[in-house]
Each structure stands twice: as C-alpha cells, then as structure tokens.
C-alpha cells in the first residue's frame, strides 16, 4: 500500500508563508498524472478539502484559500507542493495529502483512496 508522506508543516506568524510537499513511499503513486489533494482538520471540526489538482479537472480551492494558496506538481521530486501565504489564525489545522488513481480530481474525502499522516500548521496572531 502506498503511504503518502507531508512535510513542511509548522507554526508561522498571521500573514506569513509556508511551502508543505507531498511525497509517495514509493513510485505506483505519479504525481504527475494521478489526482491529489490537502485537506485539513481543526480541533473539533470535520476534515475539509482545501485544493486539488488533476488532468482532467486541473486546480480548484476551497473560496476561504482562494488567492492566498497555490497547489502544484514538481515532477522532479515526484511530489505536490502547497503555497499558503497570508495566512490567518482560521487556516491552523492539521494538512492531510491524498492521492486517487484517476485523471480526475474530487472535493470528496472518501474518493481519495491514498492519505499521509498529516502535518501541522499552527498560525500564531
């Protein structure tokens, strides 16, 4: 089974940056054809789709993010990077990498076949 792992996760100011990358353990996994997308998890909340990319569909955001984060490939890495800048109190949580083999994307959690552990994010005010 192939394990996705993120990284780049951490504690930033409000209206600062931060750069998370998502990785496969091994190679049956292509970030560069496969659908893969953030979720995030808060205390207390649901787990919510924040961006996605795939072939057929290509980029979509949750509004709140729109503007400020930016999903994308990197072939030579074989990973999928999320931009955040300006980032608000509101977006802390927990970031979760999600992978299905399809050339399609999704806004649904249970259409992700491939998670990573998480990583955190904390937003200082």
């Known amino acids: 089974q192939v394990q996705l792992v993120e990284s780049g996760g951490g504690l930033v100011q409000a209206g600062g940056s931060l750069r998370l990358s998502c990785t496969a353990s091994?190679?049956?996994?292509?970030?560069?054809?496969?659908?893969v997308a953030w979720f995030r998890q808060a205390p207390g909340k649901e787990r919510e789709f924040v961006a996605g990319i795939a072939t057929w569909t290509g980029t979509y955001y949750l509004d709140s993010v729109k503007g400020r984060f930016t999903i994308s490939r990197d072939s030579a890495k074989n990973a999928v990077d999320l931009q955040m800048n300006s980032l608000k109190p509101e977006d802390a949580a927990v970031y979760y990498c999600?992978?299905?083999?399809?050339?399609?994307?999704?806004?649904?959690?249970?259409?992700?076949?491939?998670w990573g552990q998480g990583t955190q994010v904390t937003v200082s005010s």
């Open positions: 999600a992978g299905r083999k399809s050339n399609y994307g999704s806004r649904l959690r249970a259409q992700y076949e491939y």
């Open positions: 091994d190679s049956t996994f292509s970030f560069s054809n496969d659908a």
